[in-house]
């Protein structure tokens, strides 16, 4: 989770300024944190399944075969 962790503490460091006195604005940001953050993990978990679903489906046999040319059509 290092990389989430990086990409949370640069949001923070670009998007909250602790000089900022308006009401509400650290809450703004925590949300903003947790949607990229929610999405980034989102995607990272899309990508693993897939991965291991692809490596699964060609131990079963699921992946087509490339078709050869046929070479009665000459």
Known sequence: ???LDDVEHELRQKYFDE????PG???YV?????FVR??????????AQAA???RFAGQRGGQPK????SKASK
């Open 19 to 22: 000089k900022e006195q308006e």
């Open 1 to 3: 989770m290092s990389y």
């Open 52 to 54: 291991r679903q692809s």
């Open 38 to 47: 929610g999405k980034l993990l989102e995607s990272y978990k899309n990508g």
């Open 66 to 69: 490339p078709q050869q040319k």
């Open 25 to 27: 604005y650290r809450s």
């Open 30 to 34: 925590d949300e903003v944190v947790k």
